[in-house]
């Protein structure tokens, strides 16, 4: 429902059309936010769709402390190096770079000008990149896709412990995200057993340390040296070297609600810049 523009409920599936007209006429530079994620092997004990269940309720809690259309287009995204583990579904990079420009254009031809990509899942990264380029050149709106905050101290602390250990995929920070969504669809029994996986050369181990002098080079050489599917480097799907079982609720609710105000503060902000002129009708 939406009232003088103010809307009641947010996701575009649940919205008449004369809701999203309404909205549409009467919300001062409408903002649509769109959330993509991916259906794929989260280790033995996260639910096949973590990123995309995490990105819907992270926009959705955007879009209502900004008066914005959310839309998640699509549950899975692009993950071939996750597709020796059963269950995972992966698009192309083609299809994926078509979703977002089509629902991207399909608003746009309503007057949408203004769109917020949020991603959840680092195998999307590259592709939604480029979607904005092209969106905004072919479809003549603004596609932002911001990421942060990082200088917050939770977000340096996180990002420490995430070079350290590789804790970027089933380990303790999707984890604590996870108990503190959806806890139901969270199976910790499966670690009961749990012990390190990652199997790679001893000198790149040496390479994930973020005290070296030379990490900002070496970090880098270890990516590169980086085989390209996940079961090549660890049997149980979980990337790092850190118990999952150490998991902490309470900093992904502080770490959630930081990235909420990030985004609603981007949204905010944005909105005070008017439409520039090439993106005009």
Known sequence: MSEKGKLKRFWIQELTRPDFEDWLENEP????????????????????????????????EVAKRTNSVCVHPCWPGYSPHHMGFKGTITFSEETLLSILMDTIESLAQ?????FLLVNAHGGNTNIIN???QLCKRYSKVMVAAPTGPSDTELAKRIAERQKRYWDVHSGPTETSSALLLFPELVEMWRLEDWR??????????????????????VSQVRAACM????????????????????ADVEEARLRFE???NFLSEFI??????????AFRD
């Open 110 to 114: 309503h007057g949408v000008k203004r």
């Open 29 to 60: 530079e409408p903002v649509v936010i769109i959330g993509i994620g991916s259906i794929e092997q989260h280790g033995p004990h996260l639910p096949l769709g973590m990123d995309s269940l995490y990105v819907r309720a992270l926009i959705h």
């Open 130 to 132: 480029l979607a904005v």
């Open 227 to 246: 085989e390209p599917d996940t079961d090549d480097f660890t049997s149980s799907g979980i990337y790092g070297i850190n118990d999952p079982r150490t």
């Open 196 to 217: 390190p996986t990652l199997k790679t050369d001893p000198r790149l181990m040496e390479f994930m340390d973020p005290g070296r002098p030379d990490y900002e080079l």
């Open 268 to 277: 905010r902000v944005w909105k005070t810049i008017p439409v520039p002129p």
């Open 258 to 260: 930081e990235r909420v």
